[in-house]
Protein backbone atom coordinates (compact mmCIF):
# COMPACT_ATOMS: atom_id res chain seq x y z
CA UNK A 1 0.00 0.00 0.00
CA UNK A 2 1.47 3.44 -1.04
CA UNK A 3 1.82 5.48 2.16
CA UNK A 4 2.60 8.36 -0.30
CA UNK A 5 -0.54 9.10 -3.13
CA UNK A 6 -0.07 11.89 -5.77
CA UNK A 7 -2.81 12.74 -8.33
CA UNK A 8 -3.12 13.59 -10.95
CA UNK A 9 -1.27 11.08 -12.76
CA UNK A 10 -0.44 13.33 -15.27
CA UNK A 11 -1.36 16.76 -16.37
CA UNK A 12 -0.95 19.32 -18.88
CA UNK A 13 -1.36 22.78 -18.79
CA UNK A 14 -0.42 25.43 -21.28
CA UNK A 15 2.67 28.07 -21.37
CA UNK A 16 1.94 30.59 -18.85
CA UNK A 17 -0.52 28.78 -17.18
CA UNK A 18 -1.05 27.15 -13.30
CA UNK A 19 -0.56 23.42 -12.66
CA UNK A 20 -1.57 22.13 -9.57
CA UNK A 21 -0.10 19.21 -8.11
CA UNK A 22 -1.11 17.07 -5.05
CA UNK A 23 0.05 14.96 -2.34
CA UNK A 24 -1.46 13.06 0.46
CA UNK A 25 -0.04 10.81 2.63
CA UNK A 26 -1.26 7.97 5.15
CA UNK A 27 0.95 7.83 7.70
CA UNK A 28 0.46 10.22 10.57
CA UNK A 29 4.72 9.79 11.46
CA UNK A 30 5.19 11.74 8.30
CA UNK A 31 6.05 15.21 9.35
CA UNK A 32 8.63 16.23 6.38
CA UNK A 33 8.03 16.46 2.81
CA UNK A 34 9.89 17.26 -0.32
CA UNK A 35 8.82 18.25 -3.71
CA UNK A 36 11.50 16.08 -6.04
CA UNK A 37 11.73 17.28 -10.14
CA UNK A 38 12.91 14.92 -12.68
CA UNK A 39 13.86 15.86 -16.26
CA UNK A 40 13.70 12.51 -19.17
CA UNK A 41 17.67 11.09 -18.69
CA UNK A 42 18.37 12.47 -15.34
CA UNK A 43 17.92 11.66 -11.88
CA UNK A 44 15.72 13.55 -9.72
CA UNK A 45 16.27 17.06 -7.97
CA UNK A 46 14.93 18.50 -5.23
CA UNK A 47 12.88 21.58 -6.29
CA UNK A 48 11.88 22.73 -2.44
CA UNK A 49 10.95 21.14 0.84
CA UNK A 50 8.06 22.22 3.44
CA UNK A 51 7.61 21.08 7.13
CA UNK A 52 5.77 23.91 8.59
CA UNK A 53 1.46 24.18 7.89
CA UNK A 54 0.65 26.90 5.62
CA UNK A 55 2.62 28.32 2.47
CA UNK A 56 6.06 28.20 1.17
CA UNK A 57 6.86 30.42 -1.56
CA UNK A 58 10.46 29.95 -4.18
CA UNK A 59 10.11 31.61 -7.11
CA UNK A 60 7.09 30.61 -9.36
CA UNK A 61 6.77 27.73 -7.15
CA UNK A 62 4.85 27.46 -4.19
CA UNK A 63 4.01 24.47 -1.49
CA UNK A 64 1.48 24.23 0.82
CA UNK A 65 1.13 21.73 3.75
CA UNK A 66 -1.74 21.09 6.05
CA UNK A 67 -0.16 18.52 8.22
CA UNK A 68 -3.80 17.65 9.85
CA UNK A 69 -5.53 16.41 6.47
CA UNK A 70 -1.94 14.89 6.13
CA UNK A 71 -2.00 17.14 2.29
CA UNK A 72 1.06 18.57 0.30
CA UNK A 73 0.41 20.41 -2.98
CA UNK A 74 2.63 22.02 -5.30
CA UNK A 75 1.96 25.08 -7.36
CA UNK A 76 3.52 26.05 -10.37
CA UNK A 77 2.62 29.82 -11.82
CA UNK A 78 3.57 30.95 -15.19
CA UNK A 79 4.29 27.37 -16.29
CA UNK A 80 7.19 26.91 -18.75
CA UNK A 81 7.97 24.55 -21.03
CA UNK A 82 11.24 23.36 -19.26
CA UNK A 83 8.62 22.92 -16.28
CA UNK A 84 8.01 19.62 -18.25
CA UNK A 85 8.89 16.57 -16.38
CA UNK A 86 8.28 14.11 -13.38
CA UNK A 87 7.30 15.37 -9.88
CA UNK A 88 7.51 13.56 -7.00
CA UNK A 89 6.17 14.27 -3.63
CA UNK A 90 8.85 12.14 -1.02
CA UNK A 91 7.95 12.28 2.83
CA UNK A 92 9.71 11.27 5.97
CA UNK A 93 9.23 11.45 10.26
CA UNK A 94 11.35 11.95 12.57
CA UNK A 95 13.44 9.59 14.34
CA UNK A 96 15.21 8.27 11.50
CA UNK A 97 12.27 7.17 9.13
CA UNK A 98 13.98 7.22 5.80
CA UNK A 99 12.16 9.12 3.12
CA UNK A 100 8.99 7.77 1.15
CA UNK A 101 8.34 8.92 -2.65
CA UNK A 102 5.13 8.61 -4.36
CA UNK A 103 4.92 7.74 -7.65
CA UNK A 104 4.73 10.75 -9.14
CA UNK A 105 2.78 13.41 -11.60
CA UNK A 106 4.02 13.68 -15.37
CA UNK A 107 3.73 17.70 -16.20
CA UNK A 108 3.30 18.75 -19.50
CA UNK A 109 3.85 22.16 -20.19
CA UNK A 110 3.03 23.41 -23.90
CA UNK A 111 3.95 26.14 -26.10
CA UNK B 1 30.76 21.03 -6.00
CA UNK B 2 30.91 17.35 -7.86
CA UNK B 3 27.62 15.78 -7.11
CA UNK B 4 27.02 12.05 -7.42
CA UNK B 5 28.82 10.08 -9.96
CA UNK B 6 27.50 7.27 -10.95
CA UNK B 7 29.32 4.79 -13.37
CA UNK B 8 28.33 3.23 -16.06
CA UNK B 9 25.49 5.23 -17.58
CA UNK B 10 24.29 2.33 -19.46
CA UNK B 11 25.09 -1.20 -19.06
CA UNK B 12 23.79 -4.45 -21.01
CA UNK B 13 23.82 -7.59 -19.93
CA UNK B 14 22.58 -11.40 -20.88
CA UNK B 15 20.33 -13.14 -18.07
CA UNK B 16 22.60 -14.98 -15.75
CA UNK B 17 25.52 -12.55 -15.33
CA UNK B 18 26.87 -10.39 -12.49
CA UNK B 19 26.56 -6.75 -13.13
CA UNK B 20 28.32 -3.98 -10.86
CA UNK B 21 26.97 -0.63 -10.74
CA UNK B 22 29.16 1.68 -8.90
CA UNK B 23 27.99 5.62 -7.40
CA UNK B 24 30.14 8.12 -5.49
CA UNK B 25 28.36 10.08 -3.12
CA UNK B 26 28.43 13.55 -2.75
CA UNK B 27 31.58 14.49 -0.14
CA UNK B 28 30.60 14.66 3.24
CA UNK B 29 27.10 13.31 3.05
CA UNK B 30 26.56 10.59 5.79
CA UNK B 31 23.67 8.88 3.84
CA UNK B 32 23.80 6.91 0.83
CA UNK B 33 20.82 4.92 -0.89
CA UNK B 34 20.22 2.90 -4.06
CA UNK B 35 16.84 3.04 -5.39
CA UNK B 36 15.71 1.01 -8.57
CA UNK B 37 13.26 3.56 -11.04
CA UNK B 38 10.66 1.67 -13.53
CA UNK B 39 7.88 3.59 -14.72
CA UNK B 40 4.96 0.68 -13.47
CA UNK B 41 6.91 0.10 -9.61
CA UNK B 42 7.93 3.87 -9.74
CA UNK B 43 11.13 4.60 -7.33
CA UNK B 44 11.50 1.53 -4.86
CA UNK B 45 14.84 1.72 -2.16
CA UNK B 46 17.03 -1.06 -2.39
CA UNK B 47 19.40 -0.09 0.21
CA UNK B 48 20.13 2.19 2.63
CA UNK B 49 23.30 3.04 4.74
CA UNK B 50 24.17 5.43 6.97
CA UNK B 51 27.45 6.35 7.98
CA UNK B 52 28.59 3.44 6.19
CA UNK B 53 26.22 1.28 7.95
CA UNK B 54 23.56 -0.77 6.35
CA UNK B 55 20.32 0.16 7.23
CA UNK B 56 18.01 -1.23 4.94
CA UNK B 57 18.57 -3.80 2.57
CA UNK B 58 15.51 -3.55 0.64
CA UNK B 59 13.66 -6.43 1.93
CA UNK B 60 12.30 -8.49 -1.23
CA UNK B 61 15.32 -7.63 -3.30
CA UNK B 62 17.98 -8.92 -0.94
CA UNK B 63 18.29 -12.07 -2.40
CA UNK B 64 20.26 -10.95 -5.51
CA UNK B 65 20.39 -7.78 -4.79
CA UNK B 66 23.73 -6.64 -2.57
CA UNK B 67 25.21 -3.34 -1.85
CA UNK B 68 28.34 -2.52 -0.24
CA UNK B 69 29.49 1.04 1.20
CA UNK B 70 33.48 0.09 1.03
CA UNK B 71 34.24 3.35 2.31
CA UNK B 72 32.56 7.05 2.85
CA UNK B 73 33.35 7.96 -1.09
CA UNK B 74 32.23 4.80 -2.74
CA UNK B 75 29.24 2.28 -2.86
CA UNK B 76 28.55 -0.78 -5.52
CA UNK B 77 25.24 -2.36 -6.26
CA UNK B 78 25.95 -6.04 -7.40
CA UNK B 79 23.06 -7.90 -9.25
CA UNK B 80 23.64 -11.34 -9.29
CA UNK B 81 22.51 -13.20 -11.21
CA UNK B 82 20.27 -10.78 -13.29
CA UNK B 83 17.36 -11.46 -14.49
CA UNK B 84 15.11 -9.80 -17.43
CA UNK B 85 12.59 -8.61 -14.71
CA UNK B 86 15.63 -6.59 -13.37
CA UNK B 87 15.55 -4.01 -16.70
CA UNK B 88 15.27 -0.62 -15.03
CA UNK B 89 17.21 2.61 -14.27
CA UNK B 90 19.03 2.77 -11.18
CA UNK B 91 19.65 5.73 -9.19
CA UNK B 92 22.02 6.72 -6.41
CA UNK B 93 21.70 8.99 -3.93
CA UNK B 94 23.71 10.73 -1.03
CA UNK B 95 21.70 12.61 1.89
CA UNK B 96 23.68 15.11 4.95
CA UNK B 97 20.79 13.06 7.33
CA UNK B 98 19.58 15.36 9.30
CA UNK B 99 15.74 16.91 10.38
CA UNK B 100 13.44 13.75 8.60
CA UNK B 101 16.23 12.79 6.76
CA UNK B 102 17.04 15.67 5.00
CA UNK B 103 17.35 16.65 1.29
CA UNK B 104 18.61 13.59 -1.43
CA UNK B 105 21.20 14.53 -3.67
CA UNK B 106 20.44 12.06 -7.03
CA UNK B 107 23.43 11.04 -9.37
CA UNK B 108 21.90 10.30 -13.42
CA UNK B 109 21.21 6.73 -13.10
CA UNK B 110 22.85 3.72 -14.58
CA UNK B 111 19.81 2.22 -17.52
CA UNK B 112 20.36 -1.41 -17.08
CA UNK B 113 19.08 -3.76 -20.02
CA UNK B 114 19.27 -7.56 -19.21
CA UNK B 115 18.50 -9.71 -22.35
Known amino acids: QQKVQQSPESLSVPEGGMASLNCTSS?????YFWWYRQHSGEGPKALM?????GDKKEGRFTAHLNKASLHVSLHIRDSQPSDSALYFC???????????FGSGTRLLVSP | DAGVTQTPRHEVAEKGQTIILKCEPV?????LFWYRQTKIQGLELLSY????????DGGAFKDRFKAEMLNSSFSTLKIQPTEPKDSAVYLC?????????????FGPGTRLTVL
Open chain 2, 93 to 105: ASSLGGTGGGEQY
Open chain 1, 27 to 31: DRNFQ
Open chain 1, 49 to 53: SIFSD
Open chain 1, 90 to 100: AASGAGGYKVV
Open chain 2, 27 to 31: SGHND
Open chain 2, 49 to 56: FRSKSLME
